[in-house]
């Protein structure tokens, strides 16, 4: 079955940087595009990045434009989100994610603090 691995959130100072990763198992992960979602407390969940299959196009929120990174490696099935200059209004708990014949499959989720 469909498997997704976050790691890699914790505590950060605003300005500092961390970066996450996700694991995948289940599926044939270098056909699928593949997005990170967040979901602050209170609010809904939004896409933060998504990277297409080869790797080729990404695409951000206005919010993360310019701050993060997605990035994958098809060989590891491994698809990773850098985050620098991060802010307060970054905190919550971020999730991978991939969309397989019209399902949505989801990670258990990391959380990032970003408070000083």
């Known amino acids: 079955q469909v498997q997704l691995v976050e790691s890699g959130g914790g505590l950060v100072q605003p300005g500092g940087s961390l970066r996450l990763s996700c694991v995948a198992s289940g599926f044939t992960f270098r056909y699928y595009i593949m997005n990170w979602y967040r979901q602050a407390p209170g609010k809904e969940r939004e896409l933060v990045a998504t990277?297409?299959?080869?790797?080729?196009?990404?695409s951000y929120a206005d919010s993360v434009k310019g701050r993060f990174t997605i990035s994958r490696d098809n060989a590891k099935n491994t698809v990773d989100l850098q985050m620098n200059s991060l802010k307060p209004e970054d905190t919550a708990v971020y999730y991978c994610n991939v969309r397989r014949i019209g399902t949505m499959y989801w990670g258990q989720g990391t959380q990032v603090t970003v408070s000083s």
């Open positions: 990277i297409t299959s080869d790797g080729s196009t990404t």
